[in-house]
């Protein structure tokens, strides 16, 4: 049965049919995975920006050989799709309305800003030109 409506409980099917929850310990190990899997979307989203800052940073103090320029190029883009479908998957699991996991994704995604993306504050790695989110 599918929950249009936000829920308490330890049965949750989340992102696949074959993940499912049917005891305490299924769930709390389930929680424990989208508060890691959350941080790490954190993570992740650092490394990107401090990538595309340095990447973007030495093309102007020392110009790269467009060899090594496309390459920088490409792997800020996988490393955008990799972010963007980590990001997905944690809208999915959200849609599971289950309280619990709620409450696991958006303290996993504080937590890694606060570990990951909040160290160099002071510092900002990227100016930001566009104040759209998606851009």
């Known amino acids: 049965m599918m ?4 829920y308490w409980g330890k049965n949750v099917t989340l992102l696949v049919d074959s993940w499912k929850t ?16 959350s941080s790490y979307y954190q993570y992740m989203e650092d490394r990107r920006l401090r990538f595309r800052s340095l990447s973007s940073s030495s093309t102007t103090a020392v110009p790269l050989l467009p060899k090594y ?3 920088a190029k490409f792997a ?3 490393l955008f799709g990799v972010n ?9 699991a959200l849609m599971s309305f289950n309280g619990g996991v709620f409450l696991a994704v958006v303290s ?15 510092e900002p790695w990227v100016v930001i030109d566009n104040a759209c989110a998606c851009a």
């Open 3 to 6: 929950h249009l409506t936000l």
């Open 84 to 92: 963007s479908a980590i990001g997905y998957l944690l809208m999915l």
């Open 108 to 122: 996993g995604l504080a937590v890694g800003y606060l570990f990951f993306r909040l160290i160099d504050d002071e």
């Open 22 to 37: 049917d005891s305490w310990l299924s769930y709390l190990l389930t929680l424990l995975a989208c508060f890691l899997f």
């Open 69 to 71: 320029q496309r390459s």
């Open 76 to 78: 800020t883009a996988v």
